[in-house]
């Protein structure tokens, strides 16, 4: 009777044992590196997700040791924004004057000329005018094309909201403007919740921290500074996964949404597995479509973008600006666009306009423009083609008397 017990406990254990032992081959042999199939496996200590990320590493830190020279056209560190642009940097089409604006038609003065109205458009890289030419930007097609207009170009590729509003309080706000635009990319919104870009989007190609606000109780806006305050502290950072979490974690909810991929390692029992170890890089690698949240008002990022955008609004009418929110369709956008049948972003408009905010979305001008149908509405890396650029800034024209 017992031998009988015995042999079918032995029989139901065999497969579980020999189970174990095959994960724990994949473990030790295929899993030894950390990556499967040129894939960063979770727990990612350290939270680097790629080769260009650790080179990134490796380069600050020989900038440190005072052996290596900066490359021209890279954007420098910012203890404030994480990154900037350096006041007269020089690299062929992407050059800025000593404010740190994108130079299109020319540099900027402290003071517009006599007679001369300055617009300051804010943003990410589809103001900044990533993969075009000086003068092909968007706020360079404007400029050229309004003589009583003068343009100042603060964009940053890979910028939050938060970023620009933060780089207008600094370096927007002496070039005195008389109107305010902030260029938000619609699939940008995410950003307003990381702290660690690398952990919002797992491909990008250097290592960056940066601020971000919070929500008050009030619906009131609480500033968090960039985890690192310094190009040393930033390396430390990325050496001590204790230190990162204390830093990071509570402020990015790429990384708060799953503390095991992101414990030190051996931290979790899921990181003693092979088969956990693939379910939680899955499950920690998915997002929602990053324009979807404008369709939701309780989302934290609905109302985080809500939130920025009124306050930049009230800073620039403090100043005597006139202001305005400019939505501009990326291809990820345009696909939940078709996908859902109706502008996805539609209630974010509303609240904003509902908020005294003006906003100008050129979601439907830029389809009828060919952006849903034609590739050569855009450049490789997905953002707007100098024929893209020209659509945006003949649609804006009209704004500016």
């Known amino acids: 009777m017992l031998c009988g017990v015995r042999s ?36 990612f200590d350290p939270p680097l997700f790629n080769a260009a990320q650790r080179q990134s590493l490796e380069r600050v830190r020989a900038r440190l040791a005072g052996g290596a020279i900066e490359t021209p056209g890279k954007m420098r560190f910012d203890a404030l924004l994480g990154w900037s642009p350096r006041p007269l940097e020089d690299a062929g089409d992407f050059r800025y ?7 299109g038609v020319a540099p900027i003065a402290a003071l517009p000329p006599a007679g001369v109205r300055r617009l300051v458009v804010a943003g990410e ?20 094309a309004l003589p009583g207009w003068e343009v100042a170009n603060l964009g940053v590729g890979a910028y939050g909201m938060d970023q620009a509003l933060l780089r207008f309080r600094r370096d927007g706000q002496p070039l005195a403007p008389h109107a305010v635009w902030l260029g938000f990319m619609l699939s940008a919104a995410p950003r307003l919740a990381s702290v660690y870009r690398p952990a919002l989007r797992h491909a990008e190609l250097s290592i960056s921290f940066k601020p971000r606000f919070e929500l008050e109780g009030n619906g009131g806006l609480r500033f968090v ?11 430390r950072l990325l050496e001590n996964q204790r230190l990162f979490l204390a830093r990071v974690a ?7 949404r799953w503390p095991a991929a992101y414990g030190p390692a051996g931290s979790y029992w899921s990181h003693h597995l092979a088969a956990t170890r693939l379910a939680l890089t899955r499950l920690e690698g ?10 939701d008002p309780a989302s934290e990022l609905f109302r985080l973008a809500s939130a920025i955008a009124v306050e930049f609004a009230r800073e620039c009418r403090a ?11 990326d291809g990820k956008s345009l696909e939940l666009w078709e996908e859902r049948g109706a502008l996805p972003w539609r209630p974010f408009v509303d609240e904003l306009l509902r908020r005294g905010v003006p906003v100008t979305d050129l979601s439907e001008a830029l ?28 649609e804006l024209c009209g704004l500016l008397d």
């Open 319 to 329: 100043l005597g600006a006139e202001f305005r929110v400019v939505l501009l369709p």
């Open 225 to 235: 500074a960039s985890p690192a305050g310094s190009e040393g502290e930033m390396v």
């Open 250 to 256: 509570g402020h990015d909810l790429w990384v708060d």
């Open 8 to 43: 079918r406990l032995l029989l139901l254990l065999a497969p579980l044992v020999l189970a174990l032992l095959a994960d724990q081959a994949v473990l030790y042999t295929a899993f030894s590196d950390g990556e499967f199939l040129g894939r960063r496996l979770a727990p």
């Open 125 to 144: 890289s589809f103001t900044h005018g990533d993969e075009v030419g000086a003068l092909e930007t968007w706020p360079a097609q404007l400029d050229l």
């Open 97 to 103: 004057d000593q404010f740190g604006t994108r130079v």
């Open 286 to 295: 998915r997002r929602e479509h990053p324009a979807a949240c404008l369709a």
């Open 367 to 394: 389809a009828a423009a060919g952006a849903r149908t034609d590739p050569g509405f855009w450049r490789p890396g997905g953002h707007y083609s100098p024929r893209a650029n020209a659509a945006v800034a003949q």
